[in-house]
């Protein structure tokens, strides 16, 4: 959806918050699957966290992109919400590994 979201209108041409915007959400999925590469439990919460904080990147970003009027409200708050969600997850994962 990023990538979607990006590619179109005075989004696409700010290719410093576009490609910020888009590392941070791949960045969510490449440090979840690199932690799970890892040779422990611990190493693997270290790099759920920081998938955590890419998705707070993200977050911070979508605002950079609505004050911008690149995007409207409703995309704002699916993709906010979106990330929020995977956000939990991640920390309900952390949780149950430390356990």
């Known amino acids: 959806?990023?990538?979607r979201l990006t590619a179109q209108g005075?989004?696409?041409?700010?290719?410093?918050?576009?490609?910020?915007?888009q590392r941070a959400?791949?960045?969510?999925?490449?440090?979840v699957s690199?932690?799970?590469?890892?040779?422990?439990?611990d190493e693997f919460i270290r790099f759920l966290r920081?998938?955590?904080?890419?998705?707070?990147?993200?977050?911070?970003?979508?605002?950079v992109a609505l004050d911008q009027a690149y995007i409207d409200r409703d995309a704002f708050d699916s993709l906010y919400?979106?990330?929020?969600?995977?956000?939990?997850?991640?920390?309900?994962f952390i949780r149950y590994l430390r356990s």
Do not use: C, P, W
């Open 50 to 63: 920081y998938a955590l904080r890419s998705g707070t990147e993200l977050q911070s970003h979508l605002y």
């Open 81 to 92: 919400n979106q990330a929020d969600k995977v956000r939990s997850i991640i920390s309900g």
């Open 10 to 21: 005075k989004f696409a041409k700010d290719f410093g918050l576009r490609d910020q915007i």
């Open 25 to 31: 959400a791949v960045s969510i999925m490449a440090n």
């Open 1 to 3: 959806m990023i990538y």
């Open 34 to 41: 690199e932690g799970f590469d890892s040779n422990s439990d």
